[in-house]
């Protein structure tokens, strides 16, 4: 009996104690806890991120696509640019760059 007349008045309270408890589990021991909460906070800015990067590209590639769609000069641009294309009177001589790597 000496030990409950020295825990304060509001810890004996139900109230208190069943809004602690709620609290305890609501915050470390729930599915759904804070720090869950908080990773998938963390995981949704990254992914708003990615979507707004990939939103430029796809508006980027658009632009690409339709120039190559609507332009002859874009499109013969684009073809030896990427794929190395000639024309049939044409040489072609492909010049590779040494890396930094090969110091000796």
Do not use: C, W
């Not at 809004?19 to 609501?26: A, E, P």
């Not at 708003?48 to 120039?67: D, F, G, Q, V």
């Amino acid at each position: 009996m000496k030990l409950l007349n020295h825990i304060p008045a509001f810890l004996k309270n139900k109230y208190f104690l069943s809004l602690s408890i709620f609290g305890i589990v609501i915050l470390f021991l729930d599915k759904n806890d804070f720090f869950a909460q908080m990773d998938r906070r963390k995981e949704l800015r990254e992914l708003e991120h990615s979507k707004k990067h990939y939103t430029k590209e796809i508006a980027t590639e658009r632009k690409e696509l339709e120039a190559l769609k609507n332009n002859p000069a874009t499109l013969e641009k684009y073809a030896r640019e990427k794929y190395f294309m000639k024309r049939d009177n044409e040489e072609l001589f492909l010049i590779s760059e040494k890396s930094d790597n090969s110091k000796n």
